[in-house]
């Protein structure tokens, strides 16, 4: 199974701060890669989908970048409302999906 | 208006098996290319990718957990229903079903999951 690897595992940021999240695949994934933000208490959120295309809806400040095995997540500056979990997701192959472990973005 | 919901037992007891069923709306489970994926979250902890059946009924199962997992579609009914085997305390969690939709170019299709149930709480115990 491709495992993935979320980093860091949370971080502390103020509202404006622009924020980078990784994701490191264990085997080149190409551009197969989602990214989800979650609330406590409510359903996961689609961000990003095959790397770097934005969702319709979501906000531009939202972006991804990456291929092969190593991703990012940016948010250029953070809102009230960006506080949250962000996973990342590879579909790589239909046979077997993972998510990462989560990145907690909290107020500092 | 593309909605999921899940439903199922709250409660079940170790050693039971867990049905549960998805409902969807707004979108035919045979749209091509399209399918239904079940995820779970236990407390306080990351998702976990269970299952998903696409529309011309091809399955894939978690690595860890194929053994005990089963997933059926019914279009006519709009439902997929997950079962799984043996439950065991560990197996509390939020399990959510979800919409696979895809984006197609450079030659490949691109899967994500695009609308989300609101999940149902599954605790294990005797």
């Known amino acids: 199974d491709i495992q993935m690897t979320q980093s860091p595992s949370s971080l502390s940021a103020s509202v404006g701060d622009r924020v980078t999240i990784t994701c490191r695949a264990s085997q080149i994934i190409s551009s197969f890669l989602n990214w989800y933000q979650q609330k406590p208490g409510k359903a996961p959120k689609l961000l990003i989908y095959?790397?770097?295309s934005l969702q319709s809806g979501v906000p531009s400040r939202f972006s991804g970048s990456g291929s092969g095995t190593d991703f990012t997540l940016t948010i250029s500056s953070l809102q009230p409302e960006d506080f949250a979990t962000y996973y990342c997701q590879q579909s790589y192959s239909t046979l077997s999906w993972t998510f990462g472990q989560g990145t907690k973005v909290e107020i500092k | 208006q593309v909605t999921l919901k899940e439903s199922g037992p709250v409660l079940v007891k170790p050693t039971e098996t867990l049905t549960l069923t998805c409902t969807v709306s707004g979108f035919s489970l045979s749209n091509a290319r399209m399918g239904v994926s079940w995820i779970r979250q236990p407390p306080g902890k990351a998702l976990e990718w269970l299952a998903h059946?696409?529309?011309?009924?091809?399955?894939s199962y978690s690595t860890s957990l194929k053994s005990r997992l089963t997933i059926s579609k019914d279009t006519s009914k709009s439902q997929v229903v997950l079962t799984m085997t043996n439950m065991d305390p560990v197996d509390t969690a939020t399990y959510y079903c979800?919409?696979?939709?895809?984006?197609?170019?450079?030659?490949?299709?691109?899967?994500?999951?695009?609308?989300w149930g609101k999940g149902t709480t599954v605790t294990v115990s005797s």
């Open positions: 095959a790397a770097s």
């Open positions: 979800a919409r696979i939709n895809y984006d197609f170019w450079s030659g490949r299709y691109y899967y994500y999951m695009d609308v």
């Open positions: 059946i696409f529309s011309n009924d091809e399955k």
